[in-house]
């Protein structure tokens, strides 16, 4: 965002000065927050923030189904029996 004139040292910052919901917001410049958040999401494709959230989302993910796949694991067992009661009351009745 500093190629966009906007300088901050912690990127939250931004929300901050801009943002609707922050502390600081007053609403008296509508061309500034514009250019703040067009700049905030060309900066997000540039550096492709999306694609690595997507990947520390997707491990984060994975760590945790193998840290808990003996849990998981009991759960589907659980609730394949539940589902082949459901399914034997529905055929028979």
Not at 34 to 58: H, P, R, W
């Amino acid at each position: 965002m500093a190629g966009k004139g906007f300088q901050a040292t912690i990127p939250i910052d931004f929300a901050n000065l801009y943002s609707p919901g922050s502390k600081t917001y007053n609403g008296a410049n509508k061309s500034a927050e514009i250019a703040a958040a067009t700049a905030d999401v060309q900066c997000k494709y540039e550096t492709n923030y999306f694609g690595v959230m997507y990947s520390l989302v997707v491990k984060y993910q994975q760590a945790a189904i193998e840290s808990h796949a003996m849990e998981l694991d009991a759960l589907s067992k659980e609730n394949s029996t539940v589902l082949a009661k459901a399914n034997d009351v529905i055929a028979h009745g």
